[in-house]
Every structure is written in C-alpha cells, then in structure tokens.
C-alpha cells in the first residue's frame, strides 16, 4: 500500500492504473477508521481493481463551534486497519496541499434538501461536504466512490451534485455498520463515555420499535413523538426526530417509503442515525 501526501504524488501513483484502464474506487474518509469505513473498502475491492481511501479532516464542513480541533486523527492505526483491508493507496493531504488559499471563496451548494435534518442544524456543513468531496473527485478521478448510508442526507447531497455537475462518477451507498448493540458506528462514539455508552444504543432501539408502530398502523406523528420522549426520559437533549422519503421530500399519507431520523446529544456528543421502513399496505 501507498500512501500519498500530495495531488501531484496522487496523479502519478494512479498513472499507470489509469493507461491501463484500471477500474478506480474511491472511499473519502475522515480517518480514526472503523468497521463503517472498512465495509466501505470491502464493496470498492468487489468492483474495482485499485481503491483510494482518502484521510482528511476537511476543515469547511465543521461549523466554529464544532468538533474540528478534537477530531480523532489516529494515523498508525488508520494506515494499518488499511493494508489489513487491502487499500492500495491512502491520499492524507494537509489543510494547505486541499486548499492552497484560504479563506476559500468557491462554494458548490446543493439547494433544498439541505435545508432540512443536518442541514438545518448544521449552517454550512453540506456546503463544506460538497466542496470538498467535489474536489477529491476531481483530484482522484474514481469510477465509482463509496459512502455511507448511515450519513443519508450526505449521499443524497452527493447524489445531487454529481448528477447536476456531470461528475463522471458513480456513487454507491452502503449500508449502515452497527454495533453489537445496535449503536451505529461513529468516530465521534469515542467521545461518550461510559455512562454515555450505554445510553446511546437507545437511539436504534427506538428507530426499530418506532418502525414496528409505523408497520401496525400506528400515525407517524405519534411514532416521531414517541421516539423523542423516549429518547429524553433516558438522558438525550434531541437535535431532531423526522421522517422524509427516501428522496427528503415530506411524507404524504401514500408514501409507503418512509425514512425515520434522529439527530441527538448525550452531554456534548452529537449522535446521528437513520432507519428505511417499508410499509406494508392492505
Ligand atoms: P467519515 O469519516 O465520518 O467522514 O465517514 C466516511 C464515510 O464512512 C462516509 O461515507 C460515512 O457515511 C461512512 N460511514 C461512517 N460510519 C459508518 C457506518 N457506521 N456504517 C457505514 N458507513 C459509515
């Protein structure tokens, strides 16, 4: 395995993958890796002949008051979960080699559906993702990228920009890796502690109880409140309960799609997690 630093280091470690029309796969990552990312790795070593995983704590998609700082950068154990996994090559560029003048004055904005969830709560953040993921495609020039179910909203933002930018990229969604407990996994679970832990499998138990209403017919109103009390009694401060289609077009009574999310604090600790329910219709 490879690991590059700079674009130009980049290009020419994939030259010859490229001339020989070599199928590239491409997993953007923050880093402080987990079984998540390395599912993501696995479906790129399926269908392509080279893979990328990229390291970057990208700067623009963090609000002032968020977590950039603190951000786990765990590099020895990163680089070694990556040669286990078979990566062929890790492209950890530094804050200047991505983005050589700051501040950064171009802006790729994805409207509408970021308006909404994480988007809402989150000024900016999606404007930081697009940017950034834009400039990877570019830097990297995959076939095909990799990214998480677990971050909906994300994949619909990437979708939508790839489609409307003409990126000559396919983008394929994984789905979400949880603990054995249910806990979607997360860099940012490392920061709970014990207590918290044990508190936050509370989120996925909920999504499933309030998918197992929606199913019996109960109204989503009530289920979407359910889960924010329950939530509460045991300890979150709640960011957002919703549900959108699989498209993050409100729900209207014939949609049988129904995707439920939850966005919730323990202590400072902002946890994110979705579930895709199907209705079963008489
Ligand atoms: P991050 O390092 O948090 O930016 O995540 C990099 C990629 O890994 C994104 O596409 C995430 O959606 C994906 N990812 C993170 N956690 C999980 C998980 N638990 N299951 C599946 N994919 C994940």
Not at 15 to 27: D, E, L, T, Y
Not at 139 to 157: L, M, N, R, S, T
Request: proline fraction near 4%.
């Amino acid at each position: 395995m490879k690991t590059e630093t700079t674009i130009h280091g980049l290009a020419a470690s994939l030259q010859s993958a490229r001339s020989a029309k070599k199928i590239i796969g491409f997993v953007p990552t923050m880093g402080n890796l987990h079984e998540g990312h390395l599912s993501l790795v696995r479906e790129a070593k399926k269908i392509c002949d080279v893979v990328v995983v990229s390291i970057f704590v990208n700067p623009t998609q963090f609000g002032p008051n968020e977590d950039f700082e603190n951000y786990p950068r765990t590099w020895e154990q990163d680089s070694q979960l990556l040669v286990d996994v078979g990566c062929d090559i890790i492209f950890a560029p530094s804050v200047e080699q991505m983005y050589v003048k700051q501040p950064v004055v171009t802006r790729i904005q994805v409207t509408g559906i970021t308006d909404i969830l994480c988007g809402a709560s989150r000024p900016g953040h999606f404007d930081g993702v697009a940017l950034v993921v834009t400039k990877l495609f570019n830097i990297v020039q995959p076939h095909y990228a990799f990214f998480g179910q677990k971050d909906f909203q994300q994949v619909a933002v990437v979708k939508q920009f790839v489609q409307d930018l003409n990126l000559n990229v396919e983008v394929i969604a994984s789905p979400t890796i949880r603990a054995e407990d249910g806990l979607a996994l997360s860099s940012r679970n490392g920061y709970l502690n014990a207590q918290e832990r044990a508190i936050a499998p509370n989120i996925y138990q909920s999504l499933l109880q309030a998918a197992q209403a929606l199913q019996a017919g109960t109204a989503l109103a009530e289920v979407l409140h359910g889960i924010k009390e329950h939530l509460k009694r045991v300890g979150f401060s709640i960011d957002y309960v919703e549900a959108f289609t699989p498209d993050l077009t409100p729900i209207q009574s014939t949609d049988t799609d129904v995707v439920l999310f939850v966005a919730a604090k323990l202590g400072t600790t902002r946890l994110i997690d979705n579930l895709h329910v199907k209705l079963i219709t008489a």
